[in-house]
């Protein structure tokens, strides 16, 4: 369907739980109260909207989280959406800690492709950012997904120390045929808090390793990332720079959050409680959808931090 600003949007993110095995220190504060099971929406809840979604002409979802593969079952969950009629691409953002033995899983479940976070490159690094030692289990997960043949792209949150890990996480790229996105940090829930770096800044130090890096006018995937190629390199090199360049006239997504609100734009706290909705009148599903998705915002205001109204931390909206 089209938005108030004629966008059409075709895009969602399931969030299916606000827990996590990570602390990313610019995601999840220390000492996070979790949300009870009874809060949380059930598959099935989750299935009921994501049919709802369809006839409304959305077709591409991704599962998100906090991490979603702590969640139980997570793995059926998603065989389950990917067999819905209508349904044209389902992906999956993870911080790749739980991969390594679902990827194969996954592939069958019908994934089209994973995300897989990595801000660091090195252990120690990685302990530092994630507050865990589990960079290992991320690089074997990434293997899991070659030999599974589950295609995957790494996303990396550009952070202030992020300049001397540019060249090794984009070196990703040299030796595979995988994508590397960077992201620049948006000021929601810790982010707000964490100064980021900014894509051109990291564009200068990567061209300093490959002069030739040049961006393309190429889509790929469902979201707003623009792409930069080199003849050194296998795969792309990705900017999703939502601080830095205002992509919202394109933006063609809605999320919802694993209580079950539907978020049309991640800077406010404005959106429709389908859990409300699915537990009290669900005849109502589909046009309290509607008329959601109608009203999302025209953009953002990351520029004007007094403008924000979402309080919630990334890991309890799902990125
Ligand atoms: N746990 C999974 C993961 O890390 O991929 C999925 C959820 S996580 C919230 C989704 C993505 O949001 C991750 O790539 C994470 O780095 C990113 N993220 C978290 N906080 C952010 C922020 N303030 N600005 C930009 N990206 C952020
Ligand atoms: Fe967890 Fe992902 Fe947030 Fe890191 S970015 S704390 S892995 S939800």
Redesign the pocket.
């Known amino acids: 369907m089209t938005d108030q600003f004629g966008r059409e949007i075709n895009y969602m993110r399931l969030s299916v739980t606000d827990r ?1 095995n990570l602390r ?1 220190r ?2 999840m504060p220390e000492g996070v109260e979790f949300l009870d099971h009874s809060q949380i929406l059930r598959y099935e809840e989750i299935l009921e909207i994501v049919r709802a979604a369809v006839e409304l002409g959305i077709v591409h979802f991704k599962v ?5 593969l702590v969640r139980r079952d997570c793995v059926d969950f998603i065989r389950r959406l990917k067999q819905l009629p209508g349904i044209r691409t389902v992906s999956l ?3 790749g800690v739980l991969l390594a033995p679902l990827a194969r899983e996954l592939a069958e479940a019908g994934v089209d492709w994973v ?1 897989i ?1 990595l ?1 660091a490159p090195g252990r120690a690094d990685y302990a530092a950012v994630t507050g865990f030692d589990a960079l290992n289990r991320v690089l074997t997960g990434m293997d899991a997904c070659e030999e599974a043949g589950l295609p995957f792209k790494l ?1 990396c ?1 550009l952070l202030p120390d992020s300049r001397d890990r540019l060249i090794p996480l984009a070196r990703f790229a040299r030796e595979r045929d995988i994508d590397v996105r960077f ?1 620049e ?2 000021p ?2 810790l ?1 707000a808090d964490s100064p980021g770096l900014a894509w051109e800044e990291a564009l200068a130090v990567l061209r300093r390793e490959w002069p030739d890096l040049h961006s393309v006018e190429e889509r790929r995937g469902n979201g707003p990332a623009r792409y930069y190629v080199s003849g050194a390199l296998r795969g792309c090199i990705g900017a999703i720079d939502a601080v830095s360049h205002k992509f919202c006239a394109q933006c063609n997504r809605v999320r919802l959050t694993s209580t079950g609100q539907l978020k049309p734009c991640l800077c406010y706290s404005q959106g429709a409680d389908l859990r409300e909705v699915l537990r009290t009148c669900p005849e109502k599903l589909t046009e309290t959808m509607r008329d959601a998705i109608f009203h999302k915002p025209r953009a953002h205001c990351f520029d004007r931090s007094g403008d924000i109204t979402e309080q919630k931390c ?2 309890q909206i ?2």
């Open positions: 996590c990313c610019y995601c998100t989280g906090g991490e979603p953002t993870t911080n995300n976070s801000d996303n949150v992201i940090m948006m929601i829930g982010g990334m890991s799902g990125g």
